[in-house]
């Protein structure tokens, strides 16, 4: 298609759209209709971000900011996880690499090459991952992950196993209220992702099975304050 | 697959579908559970009605401003990074994906789930031209390897029960042994699809909503398959309806709350995918390069009559599909075309015309429940009428095959009724002939044969109400 096709399409598209007849804004809602509020759960936060994210067959352990690389540890030593991929440049990466006995299983691979170079790897090779969240969501139960160059995208997606690491002041009520508050609007990034569960599917007879394409176990650390 | 040899087939398909226990038990089973899902989610009626005024008031806002919205979409887009197409057709849809991934060297591609690819038989196309496309949504790739079509738009292959994807997986699945258990078919589908996801030139997807404000692609899912197709291979194409546009970031909260809470009882689903740019420098991962396809294909034809505009509020969640008494006992493929149940029945007489697709909006009792869970409060039954309507007497010239199924006798018939009902006179002299004669008239005749055929003849009793209440000596009031 040549140059001047495409922006004939485009020109006839937008050229039947204006000249539709206008209709005007929509009306008020109906007298009587409840105005929408994003929903607000005060100092039960936690509690509903913890219960939602169980709902979804995640799992949630309270940590403190000396004792999470331990508790990993241990969570993960318990359900058989040989190779850790990590982010070796953030500070949490950092943190695990120091830890006394890192030699020790699991072994720690660091995401430290652009994918091409990683891929046997990073499709096959790894047991679990451990990624922060920027926030959590309590209404939902969601975990928002905002990829950097040095936590990439894959690394919340392809190991069987997420371990994500949060801090309980990040938690919000709504996205509603996070997208406003947190200016996304001006700042978002290449790709934003917001994780309430391990992955699943119900397409089998509506029976829900775990793990279809991305992680079957999603550990969540909340560093309580 | 044209339109032609589709066209107007609803009754042929369903009378099939209705005869059939199996299928009947599969969608009857699924709707059930899909029903009571929903139900769970929307038990505060304020909140409820709050939330679906929102989201309503969003798509209205966005299609009010829809040609602005475009371009600002487009501009955000490109500013982003990511190339922006233009399609009135869905062969001219066919021909910028075909040329993006030609110019890439793909030869294969992953497939996240996608309707509007659907619409356009992209797997088909591709596969002309030598490129493979394997989609990667578990229910998605259970009906291409049976080579089907979905019946339903979120739930694919809702019409198999679990032995049929068992005998289909132990067939088609290299070393796949026949097995009923759920994990272990789900583990088989992730085995192979690992293999093609790592090894995949492009992914495509589809879109949920288009943010022109940000220029920010949003996709959600439950599997992961959607993210992998557009992360892991080098390239992504998104193809969407021109109608998925809104206008802000802060319009996403509400749509992504009615829309997995109506289509399958989720709070949410487990990823929402926010794509805003491809690969930034430094990045390590995530497609080099992302392209978005905006499809016309009739919508924009739709928009142009302020009344059937509404139509394209909808954000595909299948509620109304799902609490529809026609789609539920006929199932999706018996509407042969891309979208069926209620929105199906709106959409496509005015995409493929009412010369092809007719029949659809005559395909339901005008029960209502489609409108009543609808969560962006489209005005189904409304639109149905208005298109049966069109039909016979056009009113704007704007639905393709307008008039196409005016009949003489037809209208004649119902000019008479016109006159028979307006006139006491000659309302008196049809009733007593009607008492007299009404009974020996033979329901085969032609006519009366359409109602017949489905229905008991109606027994005309020897006398009117009008003349017993008389003779009882009650008078005219």
Redesign the interface.
């Known amino acids: ?1 040549t140059m001047n096709d ?1 922006a004939g ?2 020109a ?3 050229g ?11 009306a008020e ?1 109906p007298p009587g ?6 929903p607000r759960h005060g100092a039960a936060r936690f509690t509903r971000f913890r219960a ?1 994210l169980e709902a ?1 067959r995640a799992e949630v352990h309270e940590v403190t900011v000396d004792d999470w690389p331990q508790t990993l540890r241990s969570l993960l030593i318990g359900k058989g996880v040989s190779r850790l991929l990590y982010a070796p440049d953030t500070a949490i990466g950092r943190r695990l690499a120091a830890l006394p006995g890192a030699a020790e299983p699991p072994t720690l691979i660091p ?1 430290d ?4 170079e ?3 790897v990073l ?2 090779g790894v047991d679990a991952a451990l990624t922060t969240a920027r926030c959590g969501i309590a ?4 975990l928002v992950l905002w ?3 040095e936590e ?3 690394m919340s ?2 190991p069987p196993l997420h371990a994500v690491l949060i801090e309980e002041t990040a938690l919000t009520d ?3 209220d996070t ?2 508050a947190q200016g ?2 001006g700042a ?20 829900l ?1 775990y ?5 079957r176990e999603l550990i969540v650390l909340v560093i309580r304050s | 697959m044209t339109a032609d040899v589709r066209r107007c087939d609803f009754a042929v398909k369903a009378r099939n579908a209705l005869q059939d226990p199996k299928l009947r038990a599969n969608f009857r089973r699924a709707m059930d559970g899909l029903m009571a899902k929903r139900a769970t989610q929307f038990t505060d009626p304020e909140e409820w009605r709050a939330l679906r005024a929102r989201g309503a008031e969003a798509r209205v806002r966005a299609l009010a401003k829809l040609p602005e919205l475009l371009e600002r979409l487009e501009s955000r887009c490109t500013a982003n990074g990511i190339t922006v197409h233009w399609a009135e057709t869905t062969a001219e849809a066919n021909t910028i994906v075909l040329s993006i991934l030609q110019e890439a060297g793909a030869r294969r591609v992953i497939k996240g789930k996608s309707m509007v690819s659907e619409e356009m038989h992209l797997n088909a196309n591709l596969a002309a031209h030598g490129i493979i496309a394997v989609e990667s949504d578990l229910g998605e790739y259970i009906i291409q390897l049976a080579g089907e079509a979905p019946s339903h738009i979120v739930m694919p292959c809702i019409h198999k029960n679990r032995s049929e994807i068992a005998a289909l997986f132990a067939w088609k699945i290299p070393g796949q042994p026949y097995t009923e258990n759920v994990d272990d078919l789900t583990a088989a589908a992730r085995r192979v699809l690992r293999g093609e996801f790592a090894g995949a030139d492009a992914g495509i997807s589809g879109v949920n909503f288009a943010v022109a404000e940000t220029g920010t692609l949003v996709l959600i899912e439950n599997e992961g398959n959607g993210r992998l197709s557009t992360t892991l291979p080098p390239l992504h194409i998104a193809v969407t309806g021109i109608e998925k546009v809104l206008e802000k970031l802060e319009d996403v909260p509400p749509l992504l709350s009615l829309l997995p809470r109506s289509a399958t009882g989720q709070p949410i689903t487990t990823y929402v995918n926010m794509i805003s740019a491809p690969r930034r420098p430094q990045e390590k991962d995530g497609p080099q390069a992302v392209h978005l396809v905006l499809l016309d294909n009739g919508r924009s034809r739709v928009y142009a009559d302020p009344e059937l505009r509404d139509t394209l509020r909808c954000i595909r969640c299948a509620a109304c599909m799902n609490h529809c008494p026609v789609y539920t006992r006929v199932g999706g493929h018996s509407y042969s075309f891309t979208y069926p149940g209620p929105i199906g029945k709106i959409l496509t007489p005015q995409i493929e015309g009412l010369d092809c697709a007719g029949d659809q909006p005559h395909a339901s009792s005008l029960c209502g429940a489609c409108a009543e869970v609808c969560p962006v409060e489209i005005p189904i039954p409304k639109l149905l009428v208005r298109l049966r309507a069109e039909a016979v007497e056009p009113l704007s010239g704007a639905v393709r095959g307008g008039g196409s199924a005016r009949s003489l006798i037809e209208s004649w018939g119902w000019r008479g009724s016109t006159l028979v009902f307006t006139s006491p006179l000659l309302y008196g002299v049809v009733a007593r002939l009607g008492g007299w004669f009404g009974n020996l008239m033979p329901g085969w005749l032609p006519i009366i044969n359409r109602w017949t055929s489905v229905r008991t003849k109606p027994h005309f009793a020897p006398k009117s109400l009008h003349r017993l209440a008389r003779e009882k000596g009650y008078d005219h009031e």
Do not use: C, F
């Open positions: 298609m495409a399409t485009r006839r598209i937008l039947r759209l204006t000249a539709a007849p206008r209709r005007s804004l929509p809602p209709t409840p105005v929408w509020a994003p939602m979804a995401y090459r652009p994918v091409e990683l891929k046997p499709v096959n209404d939902t139960g969601s990829p950097t160059p990439p995208r894959l997606l392809l709504s996205l509603s997208i406003a996304w609007a978002m990034p290449a790709n934003l992702l917001m994780v309430s569960g391990p992955s699943k599917t119900a397409d089998i007879e509506q029976t099975a793990g279809v394409h991305g992680p």
